[in-house]
Nanobody, 126 residues
Framework: QVQLVESGGGLVQAGGSLRLSCAAS????????MGWFRQAPGQEREFVVA????????YYADSVKGRFTIYRDNVKNMAYLQMNSLKPEDTAVYYC???????????????????WGQGTQVTVSS
């Protein structure tokens, strides 16, 4: 079992930056691939970025490539999402998610993850 808690959301002007954090419980955090998804009002949840259990591999949605960076600290059981050059269209609730590395799954879909946080709101004003 893994429990995830996001933090770091808030209100920022377009062009600004935020860093989201995802704190994970459990002793085997380093065995889980992590992902970030987001859901804007009236829209489906969409994939943002994923990182392998070692942190050596990352995969980004085209909409955030070059602006967002995912990284993790397996000692602190933390995953992070650094968001730069934010745009109003980045406004959404952001969720972190986890799935054990032993499970083969599509990391770009919700079904690719077993555990989810409660979400943190990011609002980008124009």
């Amino acid at each position: 079992q893994v429990q995830l808690v996001e933090s770091g959301g808030g209100l920022v002007q377009a062009g600004g930056s935020l860093r989201l954090s995802c704190a994970a419980s459990g002793r085997t955090f380093s065995s889980y691939r992590m992902g970030w998804f987001r859901q804007a009002p009236g829209q489906e949840r969409e994939f943002v970025v994923a990182i392998s259990w070692t942190g050596g591999s990352t995969y980004y949605a085209d909409s955030v490539k070059g602006r967002f960076t995912i990284y993790r600290d397996n000692v602190k059981n933390m995953a992070y999402l650094q968001m730069n050059s934010l745009k109003p269209e980045d406004t959404a609730v952001y969720y972190c998610a986890a799935r054990h590395r032993s499970v083969v799954a599509d990391i770009t879909t919700e079904g690719g993850y077993d555990y989810w946080g409660q979400g943190t709101q990011v609002t980008v004003s124009s």
